[in-house]
């Protein structure tokens, strides 16, 4: 191999180990690049992923404060019903016990908060005989209010509280 064809080989080489370097450059460039891109990505989705949770807890709070709200209104206008006393608390323990989970949409709105009664959701029904039903959690707000049917009317019964005075009326009667 002449000299001349040496250096030529040379700088072939050389002129491919540039290239080539320059080639590992761009690559790394454009690996760098797409690890920027990827983690923009991955905060943009927490970004928005935050902004959605924030937009649900909004919402949830909303329906939770108008849920209240009707209840109050219902409330308000039970206490204008005549004669309307809160349940005993073995009524509310009874009707406790008689709470159950819907496992299907009911097609009935419970009329204490006017609002639908869906499927997983605690319901109770009334001891009226339509069974009225209502969510759980409003029952027991209207029962420490009323304790007639919210829809119906129909008073539950109470068991009559023992009269002392006449009773002991009578065993005077029968002991003098
Ligand atoms: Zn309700
Ligand atoms: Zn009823």
Do not use: W, Y
């Not at 761009?26 to 937009?55: F, G, S, T, Y």
């Not at 909004?58 to 009707?70: C, F, L, Y």
Request: glycine share 2%.
């Amino acid at each position: 191999m002449s000299s001349h064809q040496a250096s030529h080989l040379r700088n072939v080489l050389m002129s491919r180990s540039a290239q080539f370097r320059q080639l590992e450059e761009e690559r790394m460039v454009q690996r760098q690049q797409e690890e920027e891109e990827r983690l923009r990505r991955q905060k943009e989705e927490e970004e928005n992923r935050k902004r959605d949770e924030a937009e649900q807890e909004a919402r949830r709070r909303r329906q939770e404060e108008e849920t209240i709200r009707r209840i109050n209104e219902f409330l308000a206008r039970l206490a204008e019903r005549e004669g309307e006393r809160p349940a005993t608390e073995e009524v509310v323990e009874e009707m406790k016990d008689s709470a159950f989970k819907l496992k299907v949409d009911s097609e009935e709105i419970c009329a204490i908060c006017q609002d639908g009664m869906r499927k997983g959701e605690k319901v109770i029904p009334f001891p009226c005989p339509a069974e009225h039903q209502f969510h759980e959690d409003c029952m027991f707000q209207f029962l420490a209010h009323g304790s007639s049917c919210p829809l119906c009317r129909h008073q539950v019964e109470h068991d009559t509280p023992v009269d002392e005075h006449a009773l002991l009326g009578i065993l005077q009667l029968l002991f003098t």
